[in-house]
């Protein structure tokens, strides 16, 4: 039996590499479950950073094919690295967002951690290759990424869900405690339409 | 195959009843993570209100046991609906914990949903029946919830985190537009330390 | 010696009308510390709804110019009452925004609590009435409003700060206590530049 | 004309020192406006730090009397270099409180912005000092203070009114933006009962 099963791989068991982002134990719980996951699932992690996002998703569904897009070559390895830590076997694409997506199989769901700066071109992308009653799920920290992806969601009629979530953390340091607050994140859910015959 | 096999059961799949309580999606999942469940594990759900939280662990790990505890009839008749709509067979117990607590088999995994004032009675029990580096994950609304779980799982020396967490919901109400703020909710999550010899 | 100087008025020293939205004690006091008040300051309280902020800012600089836009009748009569409540000699204009702004002397400070969906129309017309070094601060419960904001002084070149503030207020209910969450309230403070020579 | 009448200063305009704290604008106008100060009120800031609270009481109530309490040395110059910069004349009193509090006047209003540990010791001299229907403001950051002054204040009777205020504030980082989230503070605002006859 494998240590971690998931729901519920805590931060520290990822090995993690100086300023490549991880997408934190709280804020990956809910983006999983905001993607409604399924056996069978075609699954993109987009700015997949330290392969967080799509480890779980493989281990709460063995049965889905998972692709962590990541543009950065450390990255990248520390994906392949954290892959073999928890035995499982995702497809890592190294390249660059839209255009290494085009020879991907159809997504059924799409995590977008991280857009660089492309989101407009991204969710385009995203948006051809995504199955009817496909879902996207960003976690947006900038407003700029929250109004183009609601601008977006909006004209192509998605169903689109918005939160924004708070997280503090208590902490000790030396005899004080205090919260440490999280940066917010704002959670876009959507859900692309089927078409009405 | 199921509709749903979790993770990710969005509140409105739930049966509700007026006045009885539900751990909302974002909680039950950041929740769900933290308590790291395993296939096999027993598996408590004490405060069980809609079952959400109980329906959900034995989606994500079909070979545990779910005990969900729970004082209301009202309740404990919406569980069982919920449970048949979700087609999982979990055991439903009415009776006001801590009593209600003594037949049931050790546990791996708690999850304290409501207290209804008798923390810390419950929190005792609780502690005789987990198992060895077994955990319990509280969801504190209030205060007096918080201040007795950090008191307690302190001088039983458990290995404690407590976090907070805020999430706001954006919202349409005719042509306006706004965040609508959920009550904070504060997670604790403990870990019960094993002998050392 | 008048029982509320200010700063510090507690939202139930002011009178209330139903459906008439009232700045809350936290938020306004934030938002009048950005406004940075002066004496002689002409200041315009666009929205002023209950009146709350225009009535604070006179009591905290007794030599401003303070007025009170709102185009709803019912407001319109609830702001006179609480002047006359807190004995300050404010201007009440009843109009709609930013029509009714044209005849207004030029203003030092703006505060814009309600826009009622005009916003864009409202700042143009801020913006040429506004003095140089002249302060605007929005109370924004949208993302519409402050992206709009957001593009309006990016384009003209304010100096520009946003935050988002979050209250949960402690209260008992029986024998229960909880935090109450009230909603998140983004605040864009923004200085016009002077003309460079 | 000063330059600040307040209310509004904004926290560039104080002098800082490394590891000496201050009161950020935004949880000082929250914390000011529940004060409720009033002319010729004797006001204590008790852990002063950079001096901001009492410096702002000062320039918002110029007839009061203000005690800046503080036992650290470098912080006490900070103190006095920032009332120098605006022009107030405040009492800076270096010493531990409470030891340090006797010699004072009977307060009208205090602040406790910090409390080193001490706090039951500190609120029971607090309230020998404090005027019947006088107000003491706390700034809590960690849970111990929280507990501590919520029994001191039930067991004395206060009135009490406990609030979280969360602050982000957006933020550009080269290309990036984002929200930077501030650490939550509870702010405790309790009103001494006057003796019913």
Redesign the interface.
Known sequence: ?NKW?G????DQAFLRVDGIPMTK??I???S????????GAVIYDIGAGSGSVAIECKL??PEAEVYAVEREARAVQLIHRNSERFGVDIHVIEGLAPACLVSLPPADRIFLGGSG?YIAEILSSCDRLLQENGRIVINA????T??EA?RFFTAKNYCC??????????QFKG??????????ITIISAEKQGVRR
Chains 1, 2, 3, 4 share one sequence.
Do not use: Y
């Not at 999983?32 to 056996?39: A, D, I, Q, T």
């Not at 005899?175 to 917010?184: G, L, M, V």
């Open positions: 039996m099963q729901p519920g791989i805590p134990q709280e990956r719980a809910i999983l479950s905001k993607m409604r996951l399924f056996p709460l569904v700066g920290v900038s407003l700029h929250l109004e609601r869900e918005i939160i924004q979530v708070q997280i503090a953390v208590h005899d004080a405690e205090f919260w440490q607050a999280r940066n917010p």
